[in-house]
């Protein structure tokens, strides 16, 4: 069974532009959700996606959004980008949507914005 | 307002010893606890985890201990291997008025020097 699959991989942008990001999750899982890792603040949760709904928010502005298509696909958008966003990007999906579910994570996306 | 810390940000201790990984909360609606290793250039993988209703749960050379009074888990690795060399983060979700949540730490870099 393939993993969860990111892309791209790694993405280099300049300040005020956007960006989007991909993930397939396992094949059969409905939850995806989105993390940003940085070195100081660990991961924190964007958001999660459950059957094309957003279930859950983090506190993240308006900048950060999401979808899921009916396939369970989603993707991130980051608007406006700032030298803050740069970050690894971490998708990851379960087969429900409770958080006491084990989260299945992607290799990430590696955002540098310069 | 950090909900879940991971006080030390780093660890080394010698292959065959034993590696301590601790983790305090402050949310005491947090009811469930998890444990996830991460590799350079991968994404973490869940590793072990445990309910509220127990305060020991054991998988192979990984245990973890849920002190609910203390707001505190640790992590024990016994034997430690230079496998097990990564950063490691604890988690924490709780289901409240139906909004859940999962908070991750950030992190603890391990060492295992063979």
């Known amino acids: 069974k393939a993993g969860v699959t990111q892309t791209p991989r790694y993405l280099i942008k300049t300040r005020g532009q956007q960006v989007t990001l991909s993930c397939s999750p396992i094949?059969?899982?409905?939850?995806v959700s989105w993390y940003q890792q940085t070195p100081g603040q660990g991961l924190q949760f964007l958001f999660e996606?459950?059957?094309?709904?957003?279930?859950n928010k983090g506190n993240f502005p308006g900048r950060f959004s999401g979808r899921q298509f009916s396939n369970s696909r989603s993707e991130m958008n980051v608007s406006t980008l700032e030298l803050g966003d740069s970050a690894l990007y971490l998708c990851?999906?379960?087969?429900?949507?409770?958080?006491?579910?084990?989260?299945?994570f992607g290799s990430g996306t590696q955002l540098s914005v310069l | 307002d950090q909900q879940v810390k991971q006080n030390s940000p780093s660890l080394s201790v010698q292959e065959g010893r034993i590696s301590i990984l601790n983790c305090d909360y402050t949310?005491?609606?947090?009811?469930?606890f998890l444990w996830y290793k991460k590799y350079p250039a991968e994404g973490p993988t869940f590793l072990i985890s445990?309910?509220?209703?127990?305060d020991k749960n054991e998988d192979g050379r990984f245990t973890v201990f849920l002190n609910k009074s203390a707001k505190h888990l640790s992590l024990h690795i016994v034997p430690s291997q230079p496998g097990d060399s990564a950063v490691y983060f604890c988690?924490?979700?709780?289901?409240?008025?139906?909004?859940?949540?999962?908070?991750f730490g950030k992190g603890m870099k391990l060492t295992v020097n063979p």
């Open positions: 996606y459950f059957s094309e709904t957003q279930r």
């Open positions: 094949s059969g899982h409905r939850s």
């Open positions: 988690a924490a979700s709780a289901v409240k008025g139906g909004s859940e949540k999962l908070v």
């Open positions: 990851a999906s379960s087969l429900d949507r409770g958080f006491n579910e084990k989260l299945f």
């Open positions: 949310n005491s609606m947090f009811d469930y």
């Open positions: 445990i309910s509220s209703i127990k």
